[in-house]
Nanobody
């Protein structure tokens, strides 16, 4: 099992920036890919971005392309999400998650709130 702890959320004005971090511990050797997800009350959970833990291959949802950048530091077992040009519709609880090569996203963090005021 991998333990994940997010940090970096907060309140920001529209057009502002935030950087989220996700620190992984435990069976980090089993990580194949990590991702950021978000969920606003009353809405379905949305996949925001993901990154291959070894090859760095990235994926972005259309809604965040050009504004969000996902990265990782393998030495620190930490993943990041740099968010710029934030919009009110980016308001949500952001979760990081990890998956192995054969299983889905089974390990999740506790979430960090991002609120963008317009």
């Amino acid at each position: 099992q991998v333990q994940l702890v997010e940090s970096g959320g907060g309140l920001v004005q529209a057009g502002g920036s935030l950087r989220l971090s996700c620190a992984a511990s435990g069976r980090t050797f089993s990580i194949y890919r990590m991702g950021w997800f978000r969920q606003d009350p009353g809405k379905e959970r949305e996949s925001v971005a993901s990154i291959g833990w070894s090859d760095g291959n990235t994926y972005y949802a259309d809604s965040v392309k050009g504004r969000f950048t996902i990265s990782r530091d393998n030495a620190k077992n930490t993943m990041y999400l740099q968010m710029v040009s934030l919009k009110s519709e980016d308001t949500a609880v952001y979760y990081c998650a990890a998956r192995t090569r054969t299983l889905g996203y089974n390990d999740w963090g506790q979430g960090t709130q991002v609120t963008v005021s317009s």
